[in-house]
């Protein structure tokens, strides 16, 4: 029975370092869409939520407008519509290197996940998750909050931004 076992373990070794090794050649950008896929279905049930390979020109041109920033639809990992006839004009766009939101009433804003120290969900209801503020918490001491986009589990992006941290920065997750 032991060498079954031994048999065994050598395949599953040698299959991990297979794995390891294919996961190291995908691309980084690919890794991150790849990170927005596995959360897509959880971010919101009401707004539609987009891989970049999904958004239609007109969202596209819409949000890219909306934004104050030069952003490269290349660089796109996801982009959350939150508008209710799904025209692109609001909502949350995450790029290789920063999340950008717009709102309904606000200004655009942006924030490079490198320059997050941390990030919180703060809010009283917990049992609505939508309802809640995502908080900021940058490396230069300010701190950034973004509360009016509902329908949108706060958690999950939290989640999400924290990991597509730790993919650009694999030594500050260990």
Same mark, same amino acid.
């Given at each position: 029975?032991?060498?079954?076992?031994?048999? $065994?373990?050598?395949?599953?070794?040698?299959?991990?370092?297979? =794995?390891?090794?294919? =996961?190291?050649?995908?691309?980084?950008?690919?890794?991150?869409?790849?990170?927005?896929?596995?959360? #897509?279905?959880?971010?919101?049930?009401?707004?539609?939520?987009?891989?970049?390979?999904?958004?239609?020109?007109?969202?596209?041109?819409?949000?890219?407008?909306?934004?104050?920033?030069? =952003?490269?639809?290349?660089? =796109?990992?996801?982009?959350?519509?939150?508008?209710?006839?799904?025209?692109? #004009?609001?909502?949350?766009?995450?790029?290789?290197?920063?999340?950008?939101?717009?709102?309904?009433?606000?200004?655009?804003?942006?924030?490079?996940?490198?320059?997050?120290?941390?990030?919180?969900?703060?809010? #009283?209801?917990?049992?609505?998750? /939508?309802?809640? /503020? $995502?908080?900021?918490?940058?490396?230069?001491?300010?701190?950034?909050?973004?509360?009016?986009?509902?329908?949108?589990?706060?958690?999950?992006?939290?989640?999400?931004?924290?990991?597509?941290?730790?993919?650009?920065?694999?030594?500050?997750?260990?």
């Amino acid at each position: 029975m032991g060498a079954f076992f031994d048999a $065994l373990l050598a395949v599953a070794k040698a299959t991990a370092e297979t =794995v390891a090794e294919v =996961v190291d050649s995908v691309p980084l950008h690919d890794k991150k869409v790849g990170l927005f896929i596995l959360n #897509k279905d959880q971010i919101s049930d009401i707004y539609q939520v987009l891989t970049p390979s999904e958004m239609s020109g007109k969202q596209w041109q819409n949000i890219s407008a909306k934004l104050e920033y030069s =952003v490269s639809f290349d660089t =796109v990992i996801g982009f959350v519509d939150s508008t209710i006839f799904h025209n692109g #004009k609001n909502g949350y766009l995450f790029t290789d290197d920063a999340v950008y939101y717009q709102g309904i009433l606000s200004e655009p804003e942006m924030i490079r996940y490198k320059d997050i120290k941390s990030m919180k969900v703060i809010g #009283k209801n917990k049992a609505n998750d /939508s309802d809640r /503020s $995502l908080v900021f918490i940058l490396k230069d001491g300010d701190q950034n909050v973004w509360n009016d986009s509902y329908a949108v589990n706060k958690t999950v992006v939290c989640n999400l931004i924290n990991a597509l941290i730790a993919l650009d920065n694999p030594e500050q997750a260990e």
